[in-house]
């Protein structure tokens, strides 16, 4: 090939400290030099909310003197606001060197630098875990596991009831393995948004319609069985006959005895995003908090810390642009440190994208897949279509991998 003058210039991704190393191993960096390189080649910027003005000033002063950045409130110069929010902007380097200046600084400063180094490994984690289901187990982190659908229900908004008798549910449970499917879903109460203002379904109905199906997959299939609920009633029962994991679409937050169930038969948690309505001041911020809380609520009741798994609630208590900013904003969610489940198969913002009924979304289902995977923030996907929705899945885990 001819020379070609100039030198061939492009921005490098780096999305973590083993991007960086790599690229500097590349140019011929040693092995000590790449370590000691690598934090000050990767840039985060994070959100602190409601900090005190005073601890502010001295925030913004130090990460300026490492050559980071702070933004806070405009009233913070004049001491018109008690309180602020902050954006702190640098490379892992400066908030390694900052943290240590701020463990000797008051106004709750050597609190926030523990917050920020567990928020910065929390986003960075990748690690292999073993979710224990029971007598079966689960393997997160080497690939994305797929979960399939089971509404037993006469009102899904999917497949319109498709399931509900008990002999076609399982047979399609059976299908939903051969096809590829990690996890069985199964749900016995339709959560679609019109039911929302009707009078809930009761605990004695949803385990009537749930239990016979769960009976039989306990003894049929190898793959671990989820009971979609927010009922500690519903839960302890299905746990009693055999189920493997609890999937709370309130994050236990609805029932205040569900996650003491869940504690007690030692299974995996799944709490999801949701609220009454769509009106937020911050929506990813909201949405953290409130998972947060989720976490702390299972804790507490003895759920253990490596036995839940987070759902942004796509579909709940948003709207279709709210919907589609989370969708955008996923990787914020490994602020958390924890698994993640992602379930938009089919979903109303799909549809109102697409302007496509229910049964026509599989194009639109596959390419939110697609999307959180690569963002690094699906470690579960949730979905109706198993057998194309794992074949997607495989391809996208290959290219995520090769990076």
Same mark, same amino acid.
């Given at each position: 090939? &001819?020379?070609?003058?100039?030198?061939?210039?492009?921005?490098?991704?780096?999305?973590?400290?083993?991007?960086?190393?790599?690229?500097?191993?590349?140019?011929?960096?040693?092995?000590?030099?790449?370590?000691?390189?690598?934090?000050?080649?990767?840039?985060?910027?994070?959100?602190?909310?409601?900090?005190?003005?005073?601890?502010?000033?001295?925030?913004?002063?130090?990460?300026?003197?490492?050559?980071?950045?702070?933004?806070?409130?405009?009233?913070?110069?004049?001491?018109? $606001?008690?309180?602020?929010?902050?954006?702190?902007?640098?490379?892992?380097?400066?908030?390694?060197?900052?943290?240590?200046?701020? #463990?000797?600084?008051?106004?709750?400063?050597?609190?926030?630098?523990?917050?920020?180094?567990?928020?910065?490994?929390?986003?960075?984690?990748?690690?292999?875990?073993?979710?224990?289901?029971?007598?079966?187990?689960?393997?997160?982190?080497?690939?994305?596991?797929?979960?399939? /659908?089971?509404?037993?229900?006469?009102?899904?908004?999917?497949?319109?009831?498709?399931?509900?008798? =008990?002999?076609?549910?399982?047979?399609?449970?059976?299908?939903?393995?051969?096809?590829?499917?990690?996890?069985?879903?199964?749900?016995?109460?339709?959560?679609?948004? /019109?039911?929302?203002? &009707?009078?809930?379904?009761?605990?004695?109905?949803?385990?009537?319609?749930?239990?016979?199906?769960?009976?039989?997959?306990?003894?049929?299939?190898?793959?671990?069985?989820?009971?979609?609920?927010?009922?500690?009633?519903?839960?302890?029962?299905?746990?009693?006959?055999?189920?493997?994991?609890?999937?709370? /679409?309130?994050?236990?937050?609805?029932? =205040? #005895?569900?996650?003491?169930?869940?504690?007690?038969?030692?299974?995996?948690?799944?709490?999801?995003?949701?609220?009454?309505?769509?009106?937020?001041?911050?929506?990813?911020?909201?949405?953290?908090?409130?998972?947060?809380?989720?976490?702390? /609520?299972?804790?507490?009741?003895?759920?253990?810390?490596?036995?839940?798994?987070?759902? =942004?609630?796509?579909?709940?208590?948003?709207?279709?642009?709210?919907?589609?900013?989370?969708?955008?904003?996923?990787?914020?969610?490994?602020?958390?440190?924890?698994?993640?489940?992602?379930?938009?198969?089919?979903?109303?913002?799909?549809?109102?994208?697409?302007?496509?009924?229910?049964?026509?979304?599989?194009?639109?289902?596959?390419?939110?897949?697609?999307?959180?995977?690569?963002?690094?923030?699906?470690?579960? $996907?949730?979905?109706?279509?198993?057998?194309?929705?794992?074949?997607?899945?495989?391809?996208?885990?290959?290219?995520?991998?090769?990076?």
């Amino acid at each position: 090939m &001819e020379k070609q003058d100039g030198h061939n210039l492009r921005v490098v991704l780096i999305k973590d400290q083993e991007d960086a190393k790599k690229a500097l191993v590349e140019v011929g960096t040693d092995q000590p030099g790449s370590r000691w390189m690598a934090p000050k080649a990767v840039h985060r910027v994070i959100r602190i909310k409601n900090l005190n003005s005073k601890a502010a000033v001295i925030l913004k002063q130090e990460m300026l003197s490492r050559g980071g950045e702070a933004a806070l409130s405009r009233g913070v110069g004049n001491f018109s $606001v008690e309180e602020t929010d902050c954006l702190l902007m640098g490379t892992l380097r400066q908030y390694d060197e900052l943290r240590k200046k701020l #463990k000797m600084q008051p106004f709750g400063l050597r609190r926030l630098a523990d917050e920020i180094k567990e928020v910065l490994d929390n986003y960075d984690k990748q690690e292999i875990r073993t979710l224990r289901c029971r007598d079966l187990s689960l393997t997160l982190g080497e690939r994305t596991l797929v979960m399939g /659908i089971l509404n037993v229900t006469p009102d899904s908004f999917s497949d319109g009831g498709k399931f509900y008798d =008990p002999e076609i549910a399982v047979e399609h449970a059976h299908e939903m393995v051969e096809e590829g499917a990690d996890i069985i879903d199964l749900g016995g109460e339709s959560t679609r948004p /019109i039911t929302w203002n &009707e009078e809930p379904l009761s605990a004695a109905e949803e385990i009537r319609r749930i239990i016979p199906v769960l009976e039989r997959l306990v003894r049929e299939i190898k793959v671990p069985i989820s009971i979609d609920t927010y009922k500690a009633e519903t839960a302890r029962a299905a746990l009693e006959a055999g189920a493997h994991i609890i999937n709370d /679409i309130w994050g236990f937050q609805r029932d =205040p #005895k569900i996650a003491s169930v869940a504690a007690e038969y030692d299974v995996p948690v799944i709490l999801m995003h949701n609220k009454d309505g769509t009106e937020y001041q911050d929506l990813m911020g909201e949405l953290l908090a409130f998972l947060r809380r989720s976490v702390e /609520i299972a804790l507490e009741a003895g759920v253990k810390p490596d036995q839940v798994i987070l759902d =942004p609630g796509i579909g709940f208590g948003k709207d279709v642009n709210q919907n589609r900013i989370v969708m955008r904003c996923l990787r914020e969610l490994r602020s958390l440190g924890k698994p993640v489940l992602l379930g938009t198969s089919r979903k109303s913002m799909i549809g109102k994208t697409l302007d496509l009924p229910a049964d026509q979304r599989l194009e639109g289902s596959l390419a939110t897949v697609v999307w959180g995977i690569a963002q690094g923030a699906a470690d579960i $996907v949730r979905v109706h279509d198993v057998k194309e929705t794992v074949r997607a899945v495989r391809m996208t885990d290959a290219i995520v991998c090769s990076l």
